[in-house]
């Protein structure tokens, strides 16, 4: 299956061109204490994000374990879908990436815009779309039951913002992790929510989680910023943890280095299964301010 061949090197494109933020390097958070990640855990997560790209049957065939409801939304043409534990009360929510054209324009129109129900300004096309799976996803949730949520790439960004949402709602929501996710608010939005439980894993050579960038340098206090901590997946076994998005100048320049091709190939969620499963039997953190030391 073809996954994210065109389309993010265009939204990154028109993301891009329209401001340089994502080449400010932000200063790295100090930390004392080393922070252990469980790579098992998001191993399985990564794996029901990459399942979200699947058959609808091939979905319900590999988790035939759970009751699994599989839906494709009718305005952002988004699918996700949702697994339900009875036994353990637990439900898991996928939602799938960027996979067609009405995708792309979700992806592109990046203009800020409040949301009244959270009370933060979110990314235009993630907000609509945000809202339509909020919508849609709760008629098959249990309101006590632990919730976790994951996605990849657009699927990462609306799996954010439908924690806010579930949050906000009463749910107990436990587990946010999502992959190559890109920007959804501002500096403010991401504090307000800072206590969502999310995590991102990003690639190193994943230029995705740098965008949308400033609209204009006259718009640098309405920056794009990422909420929660972040999981920079380094070489072999090793990874960075940070309290707060990093800007890497070797994702920005992967992006025009690839924009030849019909792929970056770090944004996809083969390159992100692969970097999990290096980690998942003895990974080593390594410090941002060492990550050059490290790059065999």
């Known amino acids: 299956m073809v996954r994210l061949r065109i389309t993010f090197p265009v939204l990154a494109l028109l993301a891009l061109s329209a401001g340089c933020s994502a080449l400010l390097l932000l200063r790295p958070a100090s930390r004392r204490d080393r922070h252990p990640v469980d790579f098992r855990e998001a191993l399985e997560f990564a794996e029901r994000?990459?399942?979200?790209?699947?058959?609808?049957?091939?979905?319900?065939?590999?988790?035939?374990?759970?009751?699994?409801?599989?839906?494709?939304?009718?305005?952002?043409?988004?699918?996700?879908?949702?697994?339900?534990?009875?036994?353990?009360?637990?439900?898991?929510?996928?939602?799938?990436?960027?996979?067609?054209?009405?995708?792309?324009?979700?992806?592109?129109?990046?203009?800020?815009?409040?949301?009244?129900?959270?009370?933060?300004?979110?990314?235009?096309?993630?907000?609509?779309?945000?809202?339509?799976?909020?919508?849609?996803?709760?008629?098959?949730?249990?309101?006590?039951?632990?919730?976790?949520?994951?996605?990849?790439?657009?699927?990462?960004?609306?799996?954010?913002?439908?924690?806010?949402?579930?949050?906000?709602?009463?749910?107990?929501?436990?587990?946010?992790?999502?992959?190559?996710?890109?920007?959804?608010?501002?500096?403010?939005?991401?504090?307000?929510?800072?206590?969502?439980p999310i995590l991102r894993f990003v690639n190193r050579n994943d230029p995705v989680a740098e965008v949308p960038p400033l609209l204009s340098l006259r718009d640098v206090d309405w920056r794009y910023s990422h909420v929660g901590p972040e999981v920079i997946l380094w070489t072999g076994n090793r990874y960075i943890y940070v309290e707060r998005h990093q800007a890497l100048f070797t994702a920005v320049l992967s992006f025009w280095g690839n924009l030849g091709n019909h792929e970056v190939a770090e944004h996809t969620m083969e390159a992100y299964l692969a970097s999990l499963r290096n980690k998942v039997h003895g990974a080593e953190e390594i410090r941002f301010e060492e990550r050059n030391n490290f790059l065999d």
């Open 49 to 196: 994000a990459d399942a979200a790209y699947l058959r609808r049957r091939q979905i319900r065939r590999r988790y035939r374990d759970y009751r699994v409801h599989v839906q494709d939304l009718p305005e952002s043409d988004v699918r996700f879908f949702v697994l339900v534990d009875d036994r353990t009360r637990t439900q898991h929510i996928a939602v799938r990436g960027t996979s067609n054209l009405t995708n792309i324009r979700v992806d592109a129109t990046f203009t800020p815009e409040p949301d009244v129900n959270l009370g933060v300004p979110l990314h235009l096309g993630f907000s609509r779309a945000g809202a339509e799976l909020h919508e849609n996803v709760r008629p098959y949730l249990k309101r006590d039951y632990r919730t976790t949520v994951t996605g990849h790439s657009l699927g990462g960004a609306l799996a954010a913002i439908l924690g806010m949402h579930l949050k906000a709602d009463g749910y107990r929501v436990t587990r946010v992790i999502t992959f190559g996710q890109p920007k959804v608010t501002n500096v403010d939005g991401a504090r307000r929510y800072g206590d969502l």
